[in-house]
């Protein structure tokens, strides 16, 4: 069956991989699994044909099939079922790198899209200065228990997996803010799954359509 992936036909990061489908297509990538992409404006993301399939009128949806799935956390499971090289044969580390993935999107992005909504929605409000080292701070430790956990380790859990997929997807976020180089290792992390080939296919997937559009985050 093949894969459909409705992605952004501009994304408002200027192409610099931020969308949450590129995170999608670099699964896909390292997976080996072929796909379409299927472009959607931000005007067809509101109507009814992409309301279907997305009722919050978002980016990315991924179609195979009769299967039709949201939220970027769910598809890249999904696809890390179809991949040895994304979970582990063994059990217990495919539960280790599933906890990854989750702990990457529930407990680490949260306070790093905030930095974002202070930065750009509220940034105008009259407390705005005062609330930006809370959340600063807020980042600040999350990035110093996963720098401590990784320590000198190449990856989470000895090999590459889904886990450390999804981690770097978030982290990346951080890059143009200066925060992320406060963590050496951290940075040096970032920078391995930004070298795999299967994320540099993905990048220069998304760049072609994105390069231009307004930046954003």
Request: overall charge neutral; aromatic content about 8%; proline content about 7%.
């Amino acid at each position: 069956m093949s894969i459909i992936l409705r992605c952004f036909e501009r994304s408002p990061d200027g192409g610099r991989g931020l969308a949450r489908d590129t995170r999608v297509r670099w699964a896909l990538e390292e997976a080996g699994l072929a796909y379409e992409l299927r472009p959607v404006s931000f005007q067809a993301m509101k109507e009814p044909e992409h309301m279907a399939l997305q009722p919050f009128g978002q980016i990315p949806v991924f179609q195979e099939g009769d299967l039709t799935l949201f939220e970027s956390g769910a598809i890249v499971f999904h696809i890390a079922q179809k991949s040895p090289v994304l979970l582990p044969d063994d059990a217990n580390a495919r539960a280790r790198a599933l906890m990854w993935l989750f702990a990457a999107v529930n407990t680490v992005e949260p306070p790093i899209l905030d930095l974002t909504i202070a930065r750009i929605v509220e940034a105008d409000k009259p407390w705005a200065a005062e609330r930006m080292p809370l959340v600063l701070d807020r980042i600040r430790n999350r990035l110093g228990q996963l720098s401590a956990r990784l320590g000198d380790a190449e990856w989470l859990e000895g090999s590459f997996t889904v886990g450390d997929l999804m981690m770097i997807s978030v982290l990346i976020r951080l890059k143009m803010s200066g925060l992320l180089d406060e963590f050496p290792k951290l940075a040096a992390y970032v920078a391995r799954g930004e070298a795999r080939p299967a994320y540099q296919r993905a990048y220069a997937s998304q760049l072609p359509t994105s390069a231009g559009a307004p930046l954003a985050g």
